[in-house]
Each structure stands twice: as structure tokens, then as C-alpha cells.
């Protein structure tokens, strides 16, 4: 698309860009169905751009996006994750660690410390790291009277704070290319720059910290989590109804898969790479140890990948979403209008919020974040601002923004891994999360007038 129809299409819709984000926050708390209130505010960016011919156009978006590159690949990981995570369960290898953690989460604090520890350790890929810690620490939360609610927010955000400070994960050879791409640094020095960039990461280590803090006990739940606990203390928790103690399984069967996830990622550079191989490897460990016949290894693959299609309809409407808002003019629109107002100490603090905010209401972390570097390091080059800093700054945003999208990708899949709603993560969540967001802002903004 040219600058000459980018401007006209903003000067055309300007702040209106913003009511199809305004019609789905609205509509999900008012339906509780994220993936329906996507589509109606997809529908309503249709009408806006088509008017009463917006049916044909639209459906065009959705060929757009289900013909994708990108849309068959998370179909295909998030299917295939599905899949895993039922033959952890069958084989009994997710109640065998939760048998070990058992024995090590005693009480509510080492419970939560456990869950927060297994989503560091599991640092490769921000998905698997959110399954393996629901999936794994689910009834071990609800022995202690822990909201699942609880589970999701600290699967959530443990996962991609790792991910995004780790140069070898998904998430860090990603902002590696951006980095070069916008010209901060040459490509022979990318992961030199990023690790240079590490401690300008406010927002990922403050969560990390603020999860941790917050499994221990040292910050108090508050908010609608503290009525969640409530909830789960009256025995309201959510139950899967499976007896723990009726099911048996060896740890091993769990743990050696995920390593082995992990292991072909970091070597290859492709989780869905490792996730395939994850599920021959599952056959041939599973199958002689006579957990499962041949046929029901197949069903479980089958129902395993079923169960995320409530997932891939989340993830789908996003996508749809992103697609309109961007015709919208929606990013470019918030961007430029926010370009007059970022004075050189003001900018990385003003970064981390504008990016932040956008990802949000488009549900499209990685997108944002390729279309900020280009946009706003220039500016902090013309500025003379720290390139650095201000690249920390947009980097943060993202893993800041997969976090509070509560129908976005990230959360979606923790709350298919506790079994919760997308809702009820928003309305827990968020005010957590509120705690790293503003000890960000205001790093960014002292950071700004020290060495910006």
C-alpha cells in the first residue's frame, strides 16, 4: 500500500478506526464469547470500509487470512500442541509430575513458586511453555484452593517475559530481525545489540519479578482475584473430573517429551519441527510401554487436536480483526498521531504505552512490533534519543501486550490450558498485570531524562 492511500485512508477514518476494538470489548463482556464479538467488530470495520456491499470484501479477509502462510502454521502448532497435551494426559506422564510436585508443593506458595519455576525453565517458545505449566500444575493449584484463574495469569506471563529475554527462543530471534531490519544495528551484530539490550527490558523483568513476588506471597492478590480465591476456597473451583489418585503414570513420560520440544527448536529454529517429532517420538515411547494401543494413540491425536479448535477460532477472528483494522488505517493512525507529542526524554516511556495499547486492540503482537521499529527508532535517531533504550521500550510492549489482549493468541491458550474463560483471565488478570506496566512506564520515563 502506498503513503498517498495510507494518508488518505487516515485522514478518511481517523479516530473512527478505533470502533470495531470498541464494539468487541464491549460485546465480550457483555456475551462472554470472544470469538463471536471478534467477528462482530470485524463486521463493523466491513461496513465502515464497504458499506452495504461489505460481504463479499469481507469474506475476501477471511480467505486472506486462512490462506496464509502464518494462519496454516499456528493451526498446525496449536493443533498438533492439542495433541501432546492429550497424550501427556493419557499416558499418565502429567499426573506422574504432578505426583513429584505433589510431594515438593506442599502448600499454596511452593505451588505457585513451582508453576512460576516450570515456565523459566520452559524458555524456548512462549506456547509450550503456557500448556506445560497449565497442563502440568492444573490440579496441583486446585489441591491448595488456587483459582485457575491464578494459573492462567502466571502461565501467561512468565511464558513470553522468558521468551523475549532469551536470544535463542522464538520470541528472541524474532526481535533480533527486527532490531537489524530497523537499523539499530548490522546483521553480523544482532544478538550482540540484543543482549546489549537486555537491561533496557523493563517490562519482562519487572513481570518476572512481579510473578514471583506474587507466588510467594510477597504481593497480596487484589482485585477481582482476591474474589476468585474466595470462590475457589468455597469449593467454586473449576474441576476436571479426574481422580488423582486413580491415575498413575511415570513423570518421565511427560518431562522427556518437552525436552525433547525444546532440544529439535533450539537446533532447528522451528517448534513445529520439534512438535512433530514430539508426536512420533510419543508413539515410540508410549506404545511399547503398552500405555496405549495403536488406535487410541491416533484418537488422541485426533481429539487432542480438536480440542484447540475453540482456540483456533479465537486466534482466527483475531486475525480477521488485525486485517480490518489495518485496512482501517488503525496502527498508522495512532502512530502519527502520537508522533507530535514524543519529546526526546518523554519518547521510550511514550513507546512502551503506544505500543502497547496498539497490540492490545489489535491482537496482534508481532505485527505491532514489526511496524513500530521502522516507525519509531527513526524518530528516537532523529531525536538523537538512545536507540537502545527505545528499542528495549518497543520490545517490552510486545511481551506487555500478549499479556493483556485477553483474546489474543498468548492468553487464549492459557486459558485452554486451566480451562477457564477468556472473560474471567481479563477480568482477574489485568489488574496484576497493571503492577509491571506501570513500575514500566515510570523506569521508562526516569530512563528517558538519564540517559535518553
Same mark, same amino acid.
Given at each position: 500500500m502506498t503513503e498517498e492511500k495510507v494518508g488518505e485512508r487516515m485522514e478518511h477514518y481517523g479516530i473512527l478506526s478505533l470502533l470495531p476494538v470498541a464494539v468487541v470489548i464491549v460485546l465480550v463482556f457483555v456475551t462472554r464469547r470472544t470469538a463471536a464479538s471478534l467477528l462482530a467488530g470485524a463486521v463493523v470495520g466491513a461496513v465502515m470500509l464497504h458499506g452495504k456491499g461489505f460481504a463479499k470484501p469481507l469474506i475476501d479477509v477471511v480467505y486472506g487470512v486462512m490462506g496464509s502462510e502464518l494462519w496454516i502454521w499456528l493451526v498446525l502448532v496449536c493443533g498438533f500442541f492439542g495433541s501432546l497435551v492429550a497424550l501427556f494426559e493419557a499416558s499418565g506422564g502429567i499426573f506422574g509430575f504432578t505426583s513429584i510436585a505433589s510431594r515438593i508443593c506442599t502448600n499454596e506458595k511452593? @505451588? %505457585?513458586?513451582?508453576?512460576? =519455576?516450570?515456565? *523459566?525453565? +520452559?524458555?524456548?517458545?512462549?506456547?509450550?511453555?503456557?500448556?506445560?505449566?497449565?497442563?502440568?500444575?492444573r490440579k496441583a493449584t486446585d489441591r491448595f484452593g488456587i483459582p485457575r484463574e491464578m494459573l492462567a495469569f502466571l502461565s501467561n506471563c512468565t511464558a513470553s517475559s522468558v521468551c523475549v529475554i532469551v536470544p535463542i527462543s522464538t520470541w528472541g530471534v524474532f526481535m533480533v530481525s527486527q532490531l537489524v531490519s530497523a537499523g539499530v544495528c548490522p546483521a553480523e551484530e544482532g544478538v550482540a545489540t540484543f543482549l546489549q539490550t537486555l537491561p533496557m527490558m523493563?517490562?519482562?523483568?519487572? @513481570? %518476572?519479578?512481579?510473578?514471583? =513476588?506474587?507466588? *510467594?506471597? +510477597?504481593?497480596?492478590?487484589?482485585?477481582?482475584?482476591?474474589?476468585?480465591?474466595?470462590?475457589a476456597r468455597q469449593g467454586d473451583s473449576l474441576e476436571d473430573g479426574t481422580n488423582e489418585e486413580e491415575k498413575k503414570g511415570k513423570a518421565l513420560n511427560f518431562l522427556v517429551p518437552v525436552?525433547?520440544?525444546t532440544g529439535i527448536t533450539v537446533v532447528t529454529g522451528e517448534i513445529l519441527y520439534g512438535t512433530l517429532a514430539c508426536l512420533v517420538f510419543c508413539a515410540l515411547l508410549y506404545l511399547p510401554q503398552r500405555l496405549m494401543t495403536m488406535n487410541q494413540y491416533l484418537d488422541h491425536v485426533v481429539s487432542g487436536f480438536k480440542d484447540m479448535i475453540g482456540v483456533l477460532m479465537i486466534v482466527t477472528s483475531a486475525f480477521i480483526l488485525r486485517d480490518i483494522n489495518s485496512l482501517l488505517g488503525m496502527p498508522e493512525y495512532v502512530i502519527g498521531a502520537a508522533k507530535a507529542a514524543m519529546a526526546p526524554a518523554l519518547l521510550p516511556a511514550a513507546a512502551f504505552l503506544?505500543?502497547?495499547?496498539?497490540?492490545?486492540?489489535?491482537?496482534?503482537?508481532?505485527?505491532?512490533?514489526?511496524?513500530?521499529?521502522?516507525?519509531?527508532?527513526?524518530?528516537?535517531?532523529?531525536?538523537?534519543?538512545?536507540?537502545?533504550?527505545?528499542a528495549g521500550a518497543i520490545i517490552s510492549a510486545t511481551a506487555a501486550a500478549s499479556h493483556l489482549c485477553f483474546f489474543g493468541s498468548e492468553a487464549t491458550l492459557a486459558c485452554s490450558a486451566t480451562q477457564i474463560e477468556n472473560?474471567?483471565?481479563?477480568?482477574?488478570?489485568?489488574?496484576?498485570?497493571?503492577v509491571p506496566v506501570v513500575l514500566s512506564a515510570l523506569l521508562y520515563l526516569g530512563a528517558g531524562f538519564l540517559i535518553g
Open positions: 511452593r @505451588t %505457585l513458586f513451582g508453576a512460576w =519455576l516450570l515456565g *523459566v525453565i +520452559v524458555f524456548i517458545d512462549d506456547w509450550l511453555s503456557i500448556l506445560s505449566v497449565g497442563a502440568a500444575m523493563f517490562y519482562p523483568l519487572m @513481570t %518476572l519479578l512481579c510473578g514471583f =513476588l506474587f507466588s *510467594v506471597g +510477597v504481593l497480596p492478590k487484589f482485585g477481582p482475584m482476591k474474589k476468585a480465591y474466595a470462590l525436552l525433547l520440544v503506544l505500543v502497547t495499547a496498539l497490540g492490545v486492540a489489535a491482537g496482534n503482537f508481532w505485527g505491532i512490533c514489526a511496524i513500530s521499529f521502522p516507525v519509531i527508532i527513526p524518530i528516537a535517531q532523529a531525536l538523537g534519543g538512545n536507540l537502545l533504550l527505545t472473560v474471567r483471565y481479563a477480568q482477574t488478570a489485568t489488574p496484576l498485570l497493571m
